[in-house]
C-alpha cells in the first residue's frame, strides 16, 4: 500500500524592494513602449535583425 502526504506549497517570503520585472516589446509597438515608459519601465536592450528590408525585434524593458 502505498501513501502520500500532501502538503501545502508556501511561497518563500519576497522582499518587494528586490523584485525585478522583465517583458519584452515588439519593437514595432510603440504605443506600448510609452505605455510601459509611463509607468517605470525603461529600455535595457533592442535585439533586432534585418529580414528581407524590415527590422524585427524586440525591447527588453526592466521596471526601475
Do not use: C, W
Not at 528586490?18 to 514595432?28: G, S
Amino acid at each position: 500500500m502505498v501513501t502520500s502526504e500532501r502538503t501545502q506549497f508556501e511561497p518563500p517570503e519576497l522582499d518587494s524592494e528586490k523584485r525585478e520585472t522583465v517583458m519584452d516589446v515588439n519593437i514595432d509597438k510603440y504605443d506600448a513602449v510609452r505605455f510601459y515608459q509611463k509607468r517605470g519601465f525603461r529600455i535595457a536592450a533592442e535585439n533586432t535583425i534585418r529580414h528581407e528590408g524590415r527590422t524585427l525585434g524586440n525591447r527588453p524593458m526592466r521596471n526601475v
